[in-house]
């Protein structure tokens, strides 16, 4: 973790350090930390703050982009990529579902399971 980036948690001596660090910028991309069209921090910027390889750093970023969480642009840098109408819809939801959990008392890790089923149910029926 930097001071320019506090967002930023991963545990670099840990074999996924690339995954961590995918999870750690969707995460903030997801919670607001990193507005759309914000400017990430270069590969080997990111590498230093983390303590990892640049080339761990740039397959996060690849990694990130084939998800549709950033947008590359060579040597302009990469962004969050700006959320379209479908992204809106489901932040929408999800913020509705979760003030539903709250209000109803079910805990944070019996609502990410009942989600998890939902998203293998659905992904297993549109096969």
Known sequence: MTAELPWLHIDASAPNAA????????NAAAEGTLAPGEKLPSVRSLAK????????????IKSLAAAGIVETDGRRGTR???WGEVERSL?????????LAVSSGVGS??????FEAALRTEAASSR
């Open 91 to 99: 932040q929408e939801a999800l913020a509705h579902a979760a003030r």
């Open 49 to 60: 703050a983390c303590n990892v390889a640049p080339n761990t750093a740039a397959k996060a």
């Open 109 to 114: 890790d019996a609502s990410l399971a009942m």
């Open 80 to 82: 969050v990529k700006p």
């Open 19 to 26: 995954a961590q660090l995918h999870d750690a910028i969707a």
